[in-house]
């Protein structure tokens, strides 16, 4: 157990971050998937560019990798370009 004030309020910290970036991870997970159950090319140009930057900010708070970003963008973009 912690014996300091601050390593008390980093545990309290971290539990909170932790479930802060679940959150965000899981709801980019959807939208990805929900990008690539549309069959419609129309609302998948429109849904793309949204999951990319939910897709960015996750890079930007080193919650995935930068390139699992850029590999995912680059399929992402390649299904919707395949739809008619």
Known sequence: MA???SALK???RN??????NKLQHKSTRNAIKKLKDLSSKK???K?????????DKLVKKNII???KSANLKSKLAKSV???K
């Open 65 to 67: 990798h930068a390139n």
């Open 15 to 20: 539990e909170a971050v932790k479930l802060r």
């Open 47 to 55: 849904l793309y560019p949204q999951v990319a930057s939910m897709l």
């Open 43 to 45: 609302e998948a140009l």
């Open 3 to 5: 014996n300091h004030k």
């Open 10 to 12: 980093r545990i309290r």
């Open 81 to 83: 370009a395949g739809l």
